[in-house]
């Protein structure tokens, strides 16, 4: 693997992906309160990623708090799935999360296709 391969970034500024997380759609009264019997529909939230940003190491990105942030999976271009080993979590005073994710081993960053958390799939060209 060439040096050169382990230093680039992949940045996506915004994303938006499909969260494990699940709303709830309610009718609502006059005064803005739910009304009761109205059977609200659940479908997932949506979250929003910003900063995106991978190297040969991990991932980092902020989000908005509703999405899965245990996992994250790189798929490289010959279909090897590289899944995190460690990382974590900060919650931010805005109510959203800093996140950062580590690679078990250096990849070359040219070779990453995408980036998944839970099912949501990231193509990065």
Not at 83 to 105: I, K
Request: aromatic fraction near 6%.
């Amino acid at each position: 693997m060439a040096a050169e391969s382990l230093s680039p970034t992949i940045t996506i500024d915004r994303v938006q992906v499909l969260s494990n997380h699940m709303v709830w759609d309610q009718a609502t009264g006059k005064d803005g309160g739910a009304l009761e019997g109205t059977g609200g529909k659940s479908h997932p939230a949506v979250a929003t990623l910003t900063n995106l940003q991978i190297t040969a190491t991990g991932a980092s990105f902020y989000c908005d708090g509703l999405m899965d942030r245990l996992h994250a999976t790189v798929i490289l271009a010959d279909g090897t799935e590289v899944e995190n080993r460690g990382g974590g979590g900060s919650r931010m005073e805005d109510g959203g999360w800093y996140v950062s994710f580590d690679w078990p081993v250096p990849l070359d960053v040219t070779d990453i296709v995408a980036i998944r958390f839970g099912d949501a799939e990231i193509p990065l060209n």
